[in-house]
């Protein structure tokens, strides 16, 4: 029998070697890379297993793990099998924030450590003279023991089975891309280009710490769709004030100019870029060159590929989609009520999205209280829309009706306030549907394709409203500069004083006796709290400032770390150019055909969403809320989703999470005032989970614009996260305070502290 260190697999063939492994479920050999990838909502494992045994007696077997699947339900594995009658095993698992070894069987074995991504990146399973280690490393050279036990006398190991797996038993919206390499053989270097990039990040910031430049920088990888549909080009990628055809689609030598552009990286091949005549510029595609001084690079994190055009997923996405533009003026507080009713708009939804696209990337089964929310710890809490979307401060000083009360809406920005109400554009029926929405037909899509200037067309209401529905979400995220909602947050945050916020604060003072205390990593605040200070309060450090300083420092960072990855690797097609390509192949007689998932074109045209599509708007095309569609950058990653990711993450960061939100209210129906919220839930929201629901909010109101698709918000929140985590992380080295930390809940549910340079989990 061969021995298990004989087994090898660089994984660099992009295609499973059958005389070494028999595949199992969602799991391919891509980018020279192992990835399982099981699909959301359903119970499911990938993997390969050994199509022979070997011998692990005085032999070892290992193999570097790029990336686990997502929190949770989910599980990665690495096991060697040895016996399968008595169930015996010896494996790592990955799972729920945790990295165990266990024996099963006889002899049962288990350890558990917190699990580090970086310092475990490699797992590696031995024997040794008669006994059994499990070791990880950070570089697959120097190795730490994790657990080690007595070889069992029986089952032997003279004919183990390898198995490396991953997925779920339980149903999850999102589990994520499970991601392999190097099975028994050296870790491979960094690219040179990765590497050069990492070395010039070192030199541009000669005083920053060490700690950025031992960052490993990540590997970018697209889903190949430039290179998918050799016979339709770049159908699948984004083309906007391009030159394309009759039909839309991308002029090959238009297109080739801005791939020259972004593979020189030099700046005069950008103003050579070839555009459409007269068209809109495109928005920033050097941004993701630029160094940045502290925090991650911006080509140090990555996002994994986004889903194919020709997907189940894709086409799932995009029938969430066509919902949320045809739910645009239901107002939030009647999902439920419609919800009963058959053949409403809501009820349709919730129908279609459980059978016609149940692979969309939300939580399943679809009802009327997770419909068109995230999918994050305290989204599908309380009403829709965050409570930091609607409510004021209150300040018992203030006359009623001009900011007393936080029901009033008024946020208290120093001596002047912020209306959370605003002057949303006219929906239906006070508009025809003709006219609340735009680019519904083809000629008009086209002229905006190749760079028509359709912005400021939009048609104002006259009445300042809070957000009510989708349409008046999509508004808000028209015009912003995504932290804005984040520092109204803070103000609300920092302001608030103690009080139930309705009914009058007695004497209690605003930005003094506060209702929201900070962290208790602070060594300030809250007051009376062991680390707090006898003499001093924070202010240019953990105060005021220093928080307002970090949300626009780490904005910035993160958009940058963002467009990297929309024009320097993925150039995913917007969900307006997916509508475009579905037109011409629905149409009558049809313009063109295109490799599109049976489901999207079945709903569309004898299905739940026929109901609407083309009677309702003339065409197949994906109704835009905004007069020019999409920005002129690419889908994947979403900005503001990005943004939202890392401002959420440092308000957690400085804020007490679990301090209740009293009183909920929402918008009342033609959206004027706020209301008591009655639901059930409504003493269960919490500071954290309204800012995770207030993160969510922007980045979906987005997508019901119908601008960004819903795999762009999951995998961009996350992508924000790390570039918040990764600037703690290095500020967390400058302070002069001591025993000063942040300490957070991730949006997989895990908690870790930072401080000192480093992020550790807490269990």
């Known amino acids: 029998m061969a021995k298990a260190h004989t087994l090898t697999d660089t994984f660099n063939d992009n295609s499973t070697d059958g005389s070494k492994w028999g595949s199992y479920g969602p799991i391919q050999e891509v980018n020279q890379r192992l990835e399982i990838r099981p699909a959301g909502n359903v119970a499911q494992y990938g993997g390969y297993k050994s199509v022979a045994g070997y011998d692990l007696r005085d032999s070892s ?32 698992n990955a799972g729920g924030g945790l990295l165990t070894c266990l024996l099963t069987g006889a002899n049962p074995l288990t350890r558990s450590v917190p699990y580090d991504p970086e310092s475990h990146r490699w797992w590696r399973l031995r024997e040794s003279a008669k006994v059994l280690y499990w070791d990880v490393s950070i570089d697959g050279q120097d190795w730490c023991t994790l657990a ?31 991601i392999f390499e190097s099975f028994n053989v050296p870790g491979t270097r960094e690219s040179r280009r990765s590497e050069e990039r990492r070395l010039s990040a070192l030199a541009t910031r000669e005083k920053a710490a060490q700690l950025a430049a031992s960052r490993r920088h990540a590997e970018h990888f697209n889903n190949n769709d430039e290179v998918n549909y050799p016979d339709r080009p770049f159908i699948g ?98 999902y439920a009520s419609q919800a009963g009713i058959a053949n409403s708009i809501i009820e349709r939804a919730v129908r279609s999205l459980n059978t016609e696209f149940p692979q969309f990337g939300g939580t399943a089964p679809v009802t009327a209280q997770n419909l068109f929310r995230g999918i994050f710890p305290g989204d599908q809490v309380g009403p829709y829309v965050s409570q930091f979307l609607l409510k004021g401060n209150s300040d018992p000083r203030k006359p009623d009706t001009k900011g007393r009360d936080a029901d009033e809406g008024f946020i208290t920005y120093g001596s002047q306030v912020i209306d959370q109400r605003q002057l949303t554009v006219k929906g239906f029926p006070d508009v025809s549907v003709a006219a609340a929405d735009y680019l519904t037909s083809f000629t008009n899509w086209l002229a905006v394709q ?239 989970g309204e800012l995770n629901k207030l993160a969510s909010n922007i980045s979906l109101f987005r997508n019901a614009a119908g601008v960004h698709w819903r795999s762009d918000y999951t995998e961009s929140i996350l992508l924000g996260e790390r570039v918040a985590i990764g600037l703690l992380q290095e500020l967390s080295l400058t302070y002069n305070e001591d025993d000063a930390f942040f300490q957070l809940t991730r949006f997989d549910g895990t908690t870790v502290r930072i401080a000192h340079g480093g992020v550790e989990p807490v269990v």
Request: with cysteine; hydrophobic share 35%.
């Open 450 to 688: 190749n760079g028509r200037d359709d912005r400021g067309n939009d048609q104002f209401d006259t009445t300042r409203r809070f957000i009510r529905n989708l349409r008046d979400g999509a508004n808000y995220v028209h015009f912003d500069q995504v932290v804005n909602a984040y520092w109204n947050a803070a103000f609300i945050l920092l302001s608030e004083p103690n009080g139930n916020q309705l009914a009058g604060m007695g004497a209690s003072r605003p930005q003094v006796d506060k209702e929201f205390p900070c962290d208790t990593g602070n060594p300030y605040d809250p007051p009376g709290t062991a680390g707090d200070s006898r003499t001093q309060m924070g202010f240019a450090t953990f105060g005021a400032p220093h928080l307002l300083q970090l949300l626009i420092e780490v904005s910035g960072r993160a958009a940058r770390a963002v467009w990297w990855q929309k024009w320097g690797v993925h150039r995913r097609l917007r969900p307006e150019e997916y509508g475009g390509r579905i037109d011409n192949h629905l149409s009558s007689p049809s313009r063109r055909t295109y490799p599109l998932d049976a489901s999207i074109r079945n709903s569309l045209s004898t299905g739940v969403l026929s109901a609407y599509f083309p009677s309702r708007w003339g065409s197949f095309l994906l109704p835009q809320a905004y007069p020019e569609g999409c920005p002129n950058h690419p889908a994947y990653g979403a900005g503001h989703a990005t943004v939202s990711g890392a401002c959420a993450t440092l308000l957690k960061a400085y804020f007490e999470e679990s301090t209740p939100i009293e009183n909920p209210l929402i918008a009342s129906v033609d959206g004027t005032t706020l209301e008591p919220y009655p639901g059930a839930d409504s003493g269960q929201m919490t500071v954290g």
């Open 237 to 334: 990628n984004y083309s906007k004030s391009l030159k394309h055809d009759a039909v839309g689609d991308p002029d090959p030598i238009s297109y080739g100019s801005l791939l020259r552009a972004l593979e020189s990286r030099d700046p005069g091949d950008f103003e050579e870029i070839v555009l459409a005549p007269n068209a809109l510029k495109l928005t920033n595609p050097q941004a993701g060159l630029a160094f940045d001084l502290e925090g991650p690079d911006a080509q140090a994190v990555t996002q994994p590929p986004a889903p194919r055009f020709d997907s189940k997923q894709a086409a799932a996405e995009m029938g969430e989609l066509y919902w949320m533009a045809v739910a645009r003026d239901v107002p939030f507080r009647d």
């Open 148 to 178: 080690s036990t007595s070889t069992p006398a029986s089952p032997s190991l003279s004919s183990v089975v390898v198995n490396i797996q991953a997925g779920t038993d339980d149903k999850t919206a999102y589990p994520g891309v499970a």
């Open 61 to 92: 077997i290992h193999i570097e793990v790029v990336q686990t699947l997502y929190a949770g339900p989910c599980e990665t594995n690495f096991e060697a099998i040895i016996d399968v009658g008595t169930n015996t095993k010896m494996l790592f």
